[in-house]
Nanobody
Framework: VQLQASGGGVVETGDSLRLSCTASGGTFRGYSMAWFRQAPGKASEFVSAIIWKDGKPFYGDSAKGRFTVSRDNAKNTMYLQMSDLKPEDTATYYC????????????????????WGVGTLVTVSS
């Protein structure tokens, strides 16, 4: 499985943006996918995850109420719809795949993911 994130760009405060993460190498049959982000000089932060089979979403504190994660099984693609963006959302966003069954408490743990894609940069200007 290989992952490719896209959709980043430069936006203004209050704007919306949708990120995509597409899995290649056949039909994605992993357990979940997730978004993490990392701002310059800061630690990686869990943003959101989705259980591939049933679409159950999970959100980190910074994403609750503003971001929505979804997936399109037919396209092997996960999305992150971001609204009301703020300068503190500026970061490189990475998508990861959790290939095997795992407890939900493991989803926010970056080290648990098996595959990572190249990140996409989101810059929110004030």
């Amino acid at each position: 499985v290989q992952l490719q994130a896209s959709g980043g760009g430069v936006v203004e405060t209050g704007d919306s943006l949708r990120l995509s993460c597409t899995a290649s190498g056949g039909t994605f049959r992993g357990y979940s996918m997730a978004w993490f982000r990392q701002a310059p000089g800061k630690a990686s932060e869990f943003v959101s995850a989705i259980i591939w089979k049933d679409g159950k979403p999970f959100y980190g504190d910074s994403a609750k109420g503003r971001f929505t994660v979804s997936r399109d099984n037919a396209k092997n693609t996960m999305y992150l719809q971001m609204s009301d963006l703020k300068p503190e959302d500026t970061a490189t966003y990475y998508c990861g795949a959790f290939l095997t069954l795992a407890p939900d408490y493991g989803l926010p743990m970056r080290q648990a993911y098996d595959v990572w894609g190249v990140g996409t940069l989101v810059t929110v200007s004030s």
